[in-house]
């Protein structure tokens, strides 16, 4: 479940009754697209449908055995934030409207590269700057991955910026194979793997260009800094690191 804090209220008018739920702001946004897939129980704040969720006050059983057929908190939930409205506060869209420019800002810099400067990643504060000089605004009230495009679109004429993946070998010594090598595959997508007769492991994983700093951090950890990196730009042609 999530706090209360989190929560925002789902509120469904029917047959002279109010039917008022607890539910995470973006869950509750998938459930009224059809497109929720998780666990109810993560998303809600209570397991319970109120008549009033401030006071705590709730529908006779009776009312919602006329309306949904049902007194399972868990099957009137969902229905009533497909059929309801969704009610925020002030403070809670602002809240969610910052939630959602953080999230959009590091996914915008996770994913994306300089053009002008070798395809180095741009920095978290650099596109959160340039972003300030557009006209591009957030819409709390809609989830991040529908707003990338459009941020990108504003980004343009600011900083040169697209968004691109690379493709990079790491060279594990022996000592630091075993162990190092499963966290290198799970950054990305292992394209290609080669245990050396000495022991030491070699993997090539594509990721999003902009990870490419926290690739290389992980590398280190993994291997004390004894490792050894390539960016793959083409199958002729390396571009050691």
Same mark, same amino acid.
Request: glycine residues 6%; aromatic residues 6%; negative net charge.
């Given at each position: 479940?999530?706090?209360?804090?989190?929560?925002?209220?789902?509120?469904?008018?029917?047959?002279?009754?109010?039917?008022?739920?607890?539910?995470?702001?973006?869950?509750?946004?998938?459930?009224?697209?059809?497109?929720?897939?998780?666990?109810?129980?993560?998303?809600?704040?209570?397991?319970?449908?109120?008549? #009033? !969720?401030?006071?705590?006050?709730?529908?006779? @059983?009776? $009312? /919602? =055995? +006329?309306?949904?057929?049902?007194? &399972? %908190?868990? *099957?009137?939930?969902?229905?009533?934030?497909?059929?309801?409205?969704?009610?925020?506060?002030?403070?809670?869209?602002?809240?969610?409207?910052?939630?959602?420019?953080?999230?959009?800002?590091?996914?915008?810099?996770?994913?994306?590269?300089?053009?002008?400067?070798? #395809? !180095?990643?741009?920095?978290?504060?650099?596109? @959160?700057? $340039? /972003? =300030? +000089?557009?006209?591009?605004?957030? &819409? %709390?009230? *809609?989830?991040?991955?529908?707003?990338?495009?459009?941020?990108?679109?504003?980004?343009?004429?600011?900083?040169?910026?697209?968004?691109?993946?690379?493709?990079?070998?790491?060279?594990?010594?022996?000592?630091?194979?075993?162990?190092?090598?499963?966290?290198?595959?799970?950054?990305?997508?292992?394209?290609?793997?080669?245990?050396?007769?000495?022991?030491?492991?070699?993997?090539?994983?594509?990721?999003?260009?902009?990870?490419?700093?926290?690739?290389?951090?992980?590398?280190?950890?993994?291997?004390?800094?004894?490792?050894?990196?390539?960016?793959?730009?083409?199958?002729?042609?390396?571009?050691?690191?």
């Amino acid at each position: 479940m999530i706090s209360l804090d989190e929560a925002v209220t789902a509120r469904l008018e029917s047959h002279g009754e109010r039917f008022e739920v607890l539910v995470d702001p973006d869950a509750a946004l998938a459930i009224k697209r059809g497109e929720f897939d998780g666990d109810l129980e993560d998303v809600i704040a209570a397991e319970d449908v109120f008549e #009033d !969720a401030s006071r705590g006050d709730r529908p006779a @059983e009776n $009312a /919602l =055995e +006329e309306v949904f057929g049902t007194t &399972d %908190p868990l *099957e009137i939930i969902p229905e009533v934030v497909r059929e309801g409205e969704i009610q925020i506060t002030a403070e809670q869209r602002k809240e969610m409207k910052e939630q959602k420019r953080r999230q959009l800002i590091n996914r915008i810099a996770r994913n994306a590269v300089n053009p002008q400067m070798d #395809d !180095a990643p741009h920095p978290p504060d650099r596109i @959160e700057s $340039a /972003l =300030e +000089e557009t006209d591009f605004r957030i &819409d %709390p009230m *809609e989830p991040v991955e529908s707003q990338v495009d459009d941020a990108l679109d504003a980004l343009r004429p600011v900083i040169p910026i697209r968004f691109d993946t690379i493709t990079v070998a790491a060279n594990l010594p022996a000592d630091y194979a075993g162990s190092g090598q499963a966290k290198i595959r799970e950054f990305g997508d292992l394209q290609r793997e080669e245990w050396q007769p000495d022991g030491s492991w070699i993997g090539v994983v594509e990721f999003p260009a902009g990870m490419q700093n926290e690739f290389y951090d992980l590398v280190n950890e993994v291997s004390s800094g004894e490792a050894e990196t390539q960016i793959i730009k083409d199958e002729d042609d390396l571009d050691t690191r």
